[in-house]
Each structure stands twice: as structure tokens, then as C-alpha cells.
């Protein structure tokens, strides 16, 4: 069977006489696969309408505000819906991903989320909720953080990214506040419940008000509807007295003196907020240091200088002695006044006064005549005290020298002393070598005699012994010492001559020989050298 009669319905329809059932059942096969195919083609167009008109794609960073199209209308108080069953835009917003929505009856808008960079805070106003009473601008919130009215909402928000509804919340950025080293932050609260003791200068805790502490040196990310950071500098301030030319005073005697001088000073930061509040009038606190100079210093030095300065001549400012003390009350005087203040005094100097010239010059010629005698006395004085001084120096020096050679003089004294020691040390030492030399010369000498002695001994029994040889070998010979002498020789050359005597009967060598034969043939000759040999032996032998 072929393919072709499985699927009947790839070829054209037929019918047959007399077939009926085949018919009916390849129409219902190809009714079902037509609406098969239909119903295919319906979910797809139904998944393509919901992917593209259902669907909403909130990107990473994104946030979709949803309205609702249908539902229960909203009244003219209400900025956005209250709930999800009214008409409006919706608190409710969808965070980023794929949501789905009914695009009849919800519209929706995507937008970016909130990003505040580094070094910035942000406040939100709350846009929605009741209206505030009168004097009120920091919103309500519930336990949850929630708005409950309109208005700034409280706290700030750090750096980072946030999703805020732009129809709930409208968001600004600010700056922090920093305060530099040396400088105090006096806070000042801007909301809150009003003080109930409203005529002191400071605020209590969480009240409304200039608060007593005042921060350090940092960052600080506070609401600037809160609380206001004003910087009041700490550090320390110079100034001249005479810097707006107004500096002076009369005299008892009725004569205007003039004086300059610098005043050091610094805000004490433990009453950094105090000083704030008493003499900040412009620039937030920037400029208060002028404010102190014109309001606390200036005056309190006009008003000493005015009362000390009177009850003084003209002629005693220009003694050192008067313008030395009244320096030393000066100083301490501001230093009292200004403490209590909030103002620290570091130093307060007299630097010039201007007496009148016309007592000016011949006051002035008096003390120049007063120091001179006084540097003249002085240079007296000086003089005897050198000439003390070197007669003290030459006497320590004469007794250092005396110290030095009474040192030296000893120092030499124990060198001798040391080197005479060493000196018979040695003497000695060579007198004890010289007598063991002398000893052992002295044994050397004997052991010499008696070697001596003993070679001789040796000698002599040796002699004696060869002569006793000698004696009785001659006496084999018949006392014939001429023979001994000749059987001797003969002896020590017949090895000798066994090599060389050859033929030689007539030689010239064997004339040697001719001697002893002429003694053999004269016996006289014979005995008279007997008698000579043993005349030499006697005279040799060591015994006689």
C-alpha cells in the first residue's frame, strides 16, 4: 500500500458506487483539521494582542505610573485617586520587569527614576494629603513614614537612585553643610514646637529655636527647612587698635595721647551658639568677628583706656615703668571683660604710644640722660665684675697649673718608681740566669772531664788490646815483626793483585818487593828491624 491512500485527502474526492461510509468520515477529517488550524490561528492573534497591547516593559531604572480609565470619579480636592477603584492616576506604580494591564481601561506612562548623585541630598514635598495649618511647612506622616498632609516631607535623602511618584512627591537637591576645622555649626531648629520660655536666647532641645550645642567639624545631611547650620568661626582673630585712627584718650594734665596696639581674640566654641545669637546681624554669622570687634572689643578697650589713662600725667606714658603696668592691666582688664562674653582674649599689646610733643621731647631727653646714667653705672659695674671675674679666672688658672704639675711630678715619680722595679726585676732575673748558666757550665765541665776520661779509658784498653794482638800475632812469626807486617800486606792486596800481576815479574812495580827480599837473604838486617819494630811498639802501647 502506498502513501498516497493514507492521506486520502491529498488527492481529489471521488465517490464510488455503491461506498458510502469512506465519504462521511474523510469529511469529518478534513472538517477537524480546518479548525484545528482556525483555532491555532486565533491563539496566536489573541497571544499577539496581549504581548503588544497587554504588556508593559519597565526597564531597569524605570517606573510606569498607572490611570485608570474607569471607575468611581474623583472630587476636585483630590490630586490623585484614593484608591483603586476611582478614576485618576494611581498611588500604586509598577517597579521595573514585564507587567501586564488592560490597555481599555488603564493607561500608563513610563518614566526614570530619581537619581541623586554624590555630595547632594534631596528633599521631597509631599504634593498630596491636607493642607497645613498656618505657620506649618514640614508635612505630617504617619507611623509608616506616609504623608498624612502636604508640605516638606522631613528628613533627606542620601545618594543613590529612587523611585518617586512625580504626582505624590516633588523632589529638590541641596548641598550638605560642612563645617570647616575651627569653625563651629551653631543649629539652628526651624520647626517644632515653639519654645515655652520664648525670651532666652537659646532654644531647648527639640524645640524651635537656636539650640546650645553647636557641631563640630564634619558633614552633616540635615533638611534645610528643619534645621539651619550657621558657621561661626573659632579660630583666632588679629587686629590693630588704631586701625580707624580713633584710638586715644586725655591725660590728667589734659594732653590727648594716642596708642596702637594688636588685640588677638577667638569665639570660645563651648559658647559658639551664645555669641551667635548676641551679635550676629548679617552674612548668616560669616562676618561676626566684626561684629565682636565693633560691639565687645572696641568699646571695652576705649572704655579702660579712657578711665585708666586719665588718672595718669602725660609725662608717665612715656616712662617704661607706667607703660609697663598699664600694658600688664590692660591685658588682664579685656581678658575679664571678654571672658564672660563668650570672647577668649589671647593677647592684647600695647604696641606704641603717642605722647604730646611738646612734653614729649624734653621727658624724652630726661629718660635718655636717666638710661645713659643708668648704662653708665651698669657698664661700671660690668667693668669691676670682669675685673673680679679675671682675677677669680687667673687664680682657678694658677691653681690648675699648680694641680697639673703636682700631677705631672707624681705621674714622673711613679714612672721612675715603676721602672727601677722593673729594672732590679731584671737585674735579678739575669743574676739567677747567670748562676744556673755557671751551674750548668760548671756540670758541662765535669761531664766533659769524665767523657774525657772515659774516652781516654777506652783508648787505652782498646790500645792495649791491639798490642796483645799484635804481640801474639808476631809471636807466631818467631817475634819476626818484619813478617807480621809482610803476611799482613800480602793479605790485603792478593785479591788485588790477582787482576794486575800478570806477567809482571820484571815490572817496575815488583821492585817494591826487592826490600823484603833482601831482608830474608840478610838475617842481620832482619833481627835489627825486629828489635826497632817492637822498640815502636813499646813506644806506642798506651800501658807503658
Not at 5 to 10: D, E, L, Y
Amino acid at each position: 500500500m502506498s502513501n498516497d491512500q493514507n492521506f486520502p485527502s491529498r488527492r481529489p474526492y471521488r465517490r464510488k458506487p455503491g461506498n458510502v461510509g469512506p465519504d462521511w468520515l474523510s469529511g469529518l477529517f478534513q472538517f477537524g483539521a480546518f479548525s484545528f488550524i482556525v483555532v491555532g490561528l486565533a491563539i496566536a492573534a489573541i497571544s499577539w494582542v496581549g504581548l503588544n497591547q497587554f504588556r508593559i516593559n519597565v526597564d531597569p531604572g524605570e517606573i510606569a505610573i498607572i490611570m485608570n480609565k474607569v471607575g468611581k470619579p474623583i472630587t476636585n480636592d483630590n490630586e490623585v485617586a484614593p484608591g483603586p477603584d476611582y478614576q485618576g492616576i494611581q498611588k500604586e506604580y509598577l517597579n521595573e520587569g514585564v507587567k501586564f494591564v488592560n490597555p481599555y481601561t488603564t493607561s500608563w506612562k513610563v518614566i526614570s527614576q530619581e537619581v541623586i548623585d554624590k555630595g547632594e541630598m534631596g528633599i521631597r514635598i509631599s504634593l498630596t494629603g491636607d493642607d497645613l495649618p498656618y505657620g506649618e511647612f514640614i508635612a505630617k506622616v504617619d507611623k509608616n513614614g506616609d504623608p498624612i498632609s502636604k508640605g516638606i516631607m522631613p528628613g533627606v535623602l542620601r545618594a543613590g537612585r529612587y523611585p518617586i511618584h512625580p504626582y505624590l512627591y516633588k523632589l529638590l537637591r541641596s548641598k550638605p553643610i560642612t563645617v570647616p576645622t575651627g569653625f563651629r555649626g551653631v543649629v539652628t531648629n526651624l520647626s517644632g514646637p515653639i519654645s515655652k520660655s520664648p525670651n532666652t536666647l537659646l532654644a531647648e532641645v527639640g524645640f524651635r529655636g537656636v539650640q546650645e550645642k553647636a557641631e563640630t567639624e564634619g558633614t552633616y545631611y540635615y533638611n534645610p527647612y528643619e534645621k539651619q547650620i550657621s558657621l561661626v568661626d573659632c579660630r583666632s582673630q588679629r587686629f590693630n587698635l588704631s586701625e580707624n585712627k580713633d584710638m586715644g584718650f586725655p591725660s590728667r594734665d589734659g594732653f590727648w595721647i594716642s596708642l596702637d596696639g594688636v588685640i588677638e581674640f577667638r569665639v570660645i566654641p563651648e559658647k559658639a551658639a551664645e555669641v551667635f545669637v548676641t551679635y550676629n546681624d548679617v552674612d548668616n554669622g560669616l562676618r561676626i568677628d566684626d561684629e565682636i570687634i565693633r560691639k565687645v572689643i572696641m568699646p571695652n578697650a576705649r572704655s579702660f583706656c579712657r578711665i585708666e589713662g586719665s588718672n595718669k600725667l602725660g609725662r608717665d606714658f612715656i616712662q617704661g615703668v607706667t607703660r609697663k603696668e598699664f600694658q600688664e592691666k590692660f591685658q588682664a582688664e579685656m581678658r575679664e571683660k571678654c571672658d564672660d562674653l563668650g570672647i577668649q582674649i589671647i593677647q592684647a599689646v600695647i604696641t606704641k604710644i603717642y605722647p604730646p610733643q611738646k612734653i614729649a621731647a624734653p621727658i624724652r631727653e630726661r629718660e635718655i640722660a636717666k638710661q645713659e646714667q643708668k648704662q653708665y653705672l651698669s657698664q661700671i659695674e660690668q667693668e669691676l665684675s670682669e675685673k673680679e671675674h679675671a682675677i677669680v679666672e687667673k687664680l682657678a688658672e694658677q691653681k690648675s697649673l699648680l694641680v697639673q704639675m703636682e700631677q705631672e711630678v707624681v705621674k714622673i715619680r711613679n714612672v721612675a718608681k715603676r721602672e727601677q722595679k722593673i729594672e732590679i726585676t731584671k737585674a735579678n732575673q739575669q743574676f739567677e740566669v747567670a748562676k744556673l748558666k755557671l751551674e750548668a757550665a760548671e756540670n758541662e765541665a765535669a761531664a766533659i772531664l769524665s767523657r774525657g776520661k772515659a774516652i781516654a779509658e777506652v783508648i787505652k784498653l782498646k790500645n792495649q788490646a791491639e798490642a796483645a794482638g799484635w804481640k801474639e800475632a808476631v809471636a807466631a812469626f818467631e817475634g819476626n815483626g818484619q813478617e807480621y807486617a809482610q803476611f799482613v800486606l800480602y793479605k790485603k792486596m792478593a785479591s788485588a793483585y790477582q787482576n794486575i800481576m800478570i806477567n809482571t815479574a820484571n815490572s817496575p812495580i815488583m821492585k817494591i818487593f826487592d826490600s823484603f827480599t833482601a831482608d830474608l837473604e840478610n838475617p842481620q838486617s832482619k833481627k835489627s828491624s825486629v828489635d826497632n819494630s817492637t822498640t815502636k811498639n813499646k813506644d806506642s802501647d798506651p800501658a807503658n
